[in-house]
């Protein structure tokens, strides 16, 4: 061992000691350690796509948006000229706040390679620049009933098969649109469309390995190629505009002020079919602030991203049972500490273990207490429901996560290691040809458009976790244009 060096600065005789390890107070973790750690599950949970992957998400999408056209066309329900939200992973990883308890449990590697959720008006109301005041008086908060009053006759006429009828004293007739019988329809009309579709398949058309209704959402996993992709279709009801119940939220100072203006957050919102603990299903939607989120998400710093994806994948596991917990009270919960501390501490790219472990910190206070206010609308409780049994089961779950992180997060590591692993087993096996788009002619497959995968990539890879708006047009599905936030391809 070397002997210590003598101090320049210290007087005679005393000796510099090495600097000791940073050290997490609780758990005794070195911060060292949970910053390589988080580094490690980073780097195989977002994997790189090469361009054969990349034009298989492309086929994916194409078959996709060309099923919703059909869709459309059977009677014309759908709007003609309709705005889709795609978003990057599924139900089940909180992208949207929809509740898991009636979705069955799909898992990746297993099931699917990539994920991601849909939003697909069933009506649009875009011609108000006003707040907008929905109908509460009969739900709990971030919910709201729909009546098709807002709406024109042929409106009424087309969607009241789908709604709940409330006829009054004085003799008129409420149409109030029902989320489960939108769904109901949603479902039967796309199984309707994919019977058809596969009665006269095509080259190079994606195989549709299982369409399941879970609650009020259609999951479709598709094969592609080498791969097997899980779209969660959510039937959504779209709004221009902000609504009058968070126009509170609009008055407070908040981590994007300056970042991104007011008009890209509050462009638009919508309602989704999930009800609250004691609501009524058949009528009850919930807000839901997804197309903000977007926004959101472009001023977050990727080493506070790394902390929510590594803290997402440990307690998606750990608190399946009971599904108290949903990944979106963690975003939540994420967006809450961005306005709460400096933006210069959460830029540090270093820190990505200080914010793991103040995630999972700030989810065990909120269990402890009962209490996860909504972060658009404040006065919304998203735990208030969950009984004291419940709360503190979690919580001393997570208590075991924190006095030792680092186990925890080499667990989750050993889980994406192993559903990569399934993934290129399956693609071993033989499912590794190349396949044509759908457009193309059924020449030589194995020369795709070096343009348009070049093209594909770009998008992929550099635009992790992002969301992508896509316009349509369902009489010529060949041509979708997409956003990717805010630019348009």
Not at 65 to 72: A, D, I, K, R
Not at 198 to 213: A, D, S
Request: hydrophobic fraction near 40%; aromatic fraction near 8%.
């Amino acid at each position: 061992m070397a002997a210590p060096l003598a101090s320049k600065a210290g007087s005679a005789g005393t000796t510099s000691k090495p600097p000791f390890p940073e050290l997490d107070f609780r758990s005794g973790a070195r911060v060292e350690e949970l910053n390589k750690l988080i580094q490690e599950f980073t780097k195989h949970d977002q994997r790189e796509y090469d361009d054969q992957r990349a034009l298989e998400i492309h086929t994916a999408k194409d078959f996709i948006f060309s099923m919703l056209g059909m869709v459309q066309k059977l009677d014309q329900k759908l709007p003609v000229a309709n705005e889709y939200l795609l978003l990057s992973g599924g139900v089940r990883e909180g992208v949207v706040d929809i509740d898991l308890d009636e979705l069955n449990v799909y898992a990746r590697g297993t099931d699917y390679d990539m994920d991601f959720t849909l939003l697909v008006p069933a009506l649009k109301l875009h011609d108000r620049n006003q707040p907008v005041t929905l109908d509460m008086r009969h739900s709990a908060l971030c919910h709201s009933w729909l009546s098709l009053r807002l709406f024109d006759e042929g409106t009424i006429s087309k969607w009241k098969d789908c709604c709940t009828i409330v006829d009054h004293i004085n003799g008129a007739t409420n149409y109030f649109f029902s989320p489960t019988k939108v769904a109901d329809w949603f479902y039967d009309s796309i199984s309707i469309v994919l019977s058809e579709i596969q009665k006269k398949p095509q080259r190079g058309m994606p195989k549709v390995e299982k369409v399941e209704k879970n609650g009020t959402i259609i999951s479709i996993i598709l094969g592609v190629g080498s791969s097997r992709m899980l779209y969660d279709i959510v039937p959504v009801v779209s709004f221009k505009g902000w609504p009058a119940v968070a126009q509170s939220w609009l008055m407070e100072n908040h981590f994007w002020d300056g970042k991104i203006t007011e008009e890209e957050v509050i462009s638009g919102f919508y309602l989704v079919p999930a009800c609250s603990y004691k609501g009524k299903k058949d009528n009850e939607w919930r807000l839901s602030f997804a197309r903000s989120e977007v926004q959101l998400k472009k001023c977050i710093s990727s080493s506070l991203m790394q902390a929510y994806q590594a803290c997402k994948a440990i307690i998606i596991k750990l608190l399946s049972r009971p599904k108290a917990i949903s990944p979106y009270h963690l975003r939540s919960m994420m967006l809450w500490a961005c306005d709460r501390l400096p933006a210069n501490y959460l830029a540090q790219e270093d820190y990505a273990a200080h914010f793991l472990l103040g995630l999972i910190d700030d989810l065990q206070h909120c269990l402890v207490n009962k209490m996860c206010p909504n972060y658009f609308i404040p006065q919304c409780n998203m735990l208030e429901h969950l009984s004291e049994e419940t709360v503190m089961l979690h919580a001393r779950k997570l208590s075991s996560v924190r006095s030792d992180p680092a186990d925890h997060l080499r667990t989750a590591i050993e889980h994406v290691k192993a559903a990569n692993r399934l993934t290129l087993e399956l693609q071993r096996r033989g499912s590794t040809t190349s396949i044509p788009s759908p457009q193309s002619d059924g020449g030589d497959t194995n020369q795709p458009d070096d343009r348009l995968a070049k093209k594909l990539q770009q998008l992929v890879t550099e635009n992790p976790g992002k969301s992508i708006s896509v316009f349509i047009n369902p009489d010529d599905v060949t041509r979708p244009h997409f956003r990717i936030d805010d630019k348009f391809f």
